[in-house]
């Protein structure tokens, strides 16, 4: 009965440290185990709890890997996972369409500073990319903008 019960916690901490629930003393692992059981304490968990635990802690489990494998589609010929948001393009459209951008053709810039192909916003794929066009263009904004407040005063 007892390597059972080694058995199940050594499952139960292996599991919960997969998924980062063992922090902190294992408070978040302590809360999963009150909601599933109406119990605090692991280690007074008989056979039936210990049970419904590593159920409760595998289905957590298998969720955050069907997560992550979702999450983790990439075009063909992407070395990166994450792909550029619709959120970042229109973003980068509202900097390119700001007037301290001063650019007289943006299409150019982004295609020869920035390696966008044909310079076009949607053909920006991953997410890095979008990220470095918009620091690009938020810098070169800041500077125009400071130019333009000393060429005022």
């Not at 890997?65 to 229109?90: D, F």
């Amino acid at each position: 009965m007892s390597s059972d019960r080694s058995k199940d916690m050594r499952t139960i901490w292996g599991i919960a440290k997969e998924l980062g629930l063992d922090a902190d003393e294992g408070k978040l692992l302590r809360n999963v185990n009150e909601n599933a059981n109406g119990s605090r304490s692991i280690s007074l968990l008989d056979s039936s709890q210990r049970d419904r635990l590593i159920a409760k802690l595998r289905d957590f489990k298998s969720k955050t890997v069907a997560a992550n494998k979702r999450r983790r589609r990439r075009p063909p010929g992407c070395k990166s996972y994450l792909m550029a948001t619709p959120r970042q393009k229109r973003y980068i459209r509202s900097l390119l369409a700001n007037p301290n951008v001063n650019l007289r053709n943006p299409r150019g810039f982004l295609e020869k500073e920035l390696d966008v192909p044909k310079g076009d916003v949607d053909r920006i794929r991953l997410s890095s990319e979008a990220s470095k066009v918009i620091n690009a263009l938020k810098h070169r904004i800041s500077v125009y903008s400071k130019k333009a407040a000393d060429g005022a005063a």
